[in-house]
């Protein structure tokens, strides 16, 4: 492991730093120990059950199952292929505002690096973080492909607990996750994490499932096939969650089929309501 990931990373409960000790790392805090696997520190630990209610944690290993099943074939998935043509676009632009650049980001609930592999073209240092290890583990390979690796750090990890420094990144994005995140209680704790490992001015880009004329027939909130939970957000519903923690900018919907909200940590700003909910 590399001095500047090793300075990026912190234990997930304290928050304080890590030492490395061959392939695992040490809380210099609470002793806990992380293992490096293949090259990516795990900090899904049992000791992450404890800080969620059973069902929470039941929802969670579920997904962890499916993804890890569906890293193989994930990019192929046709509604994928649809999407992210028109994903990419609007959600670099959201993130990048009036930036040209950053110096370190991540993308928390990155998979196989579908949407990183976009972001890596606009910044120093890349980190991905997932709760699927099979989905990390294509990543890295796509990343190895790309010549990206040497300067990307992914991270198997809860994004309830993320193990990072505080206000360490420059700009954070996360596609879609939000609406897996099984409890309103754990959705609003991962945007607590994203303002905390987000430094002051620093820009975010965060998008969810819209429950609008076009996906209400699927329902609000239900498990997609192989046991994933998800939730589809209305207007209010998402700025809520959102600017609970950092101050909105900008809120569009991405052809009805996801919200996706922007802004700078620590501005305030105006925000008029979005007409479709």
């Not at 959102?242 to 919907?253: F, G, I, P, Y």
Request: with cysteine; hydrophobic share 40%; net charge positive.
């Amino acid at each position: 492991m590399k001095e500047w990931q090793l300075k990026l990373l912190a234990c997930p409960f304290e928050h304080a730093p890590l030492q490395l000790d061959g392939e695992r790392l040490i809380c210099q805090s609470c002793g806990r120990t992380f293992p490096i696997i293949d090259g990516i520190p795990s900090f899904v630990v049992q000791d992450l059950a404890q800080v969620h209610d059973e069902q929470e944690w039941q929802w969670k290993q579920s997904e962890m199952k499916a993804r890890n099943e569906q890293a193989v074939f994930y990019d192929r998935l046709l509604g994928l292929l649809f999407l992210t043509p028109f994903e990419v676009p609007m959600t670099t632009k959201a993130l990048l505002g009036n930036q040209k650049r950053f110096d370190k980001l991540i993308e928390v609930g990155c998979g196989t690096g579908r949407m990183l592999q976009h972001f890596a073209k606009h910044a120093d240092f890349v980190v991905g973080a997932d709760l699927s290890l099979e989905s990390l583990k294509r990543c890295r390979e796509r990343f190895e492909k790309l010549g990206l690796w040497e300067r990307t750090l992914l991270v198997h990890a809860d994004a309830s607990f993320l193990p990072f420094q505080d206000e360490i990144f420059d700009a954070v994005a996360s596609c879609q996750m939000i609406e897996h995140v099984p409890s309103d209680r754990m959705r609003n704790k991962v945007i607590a994490e994203i303002a905390r490992v987000l430094k002051p001015n620093g820009r975010f880009a965060i998008s969810g499932y819209h429950y609008s004329l076009l996906t209400r027939w699927f329902g609000k909130e239900g498990v997609h096939k192989g046991g994933i939970y998800f939730f589809r957000f209305t207007c209010d519903e998402f700025m809520k969650l959102v600017s609970a923690h950092l101050n909105v900018q900008k809120l569009q919907t991405i052809f009805g089929y996801a919200w996706l909200a922007s802004g700078v940590k620590g501005f305030k700003a105006n925000i008029p309501k979005h007409e479709s909910k």
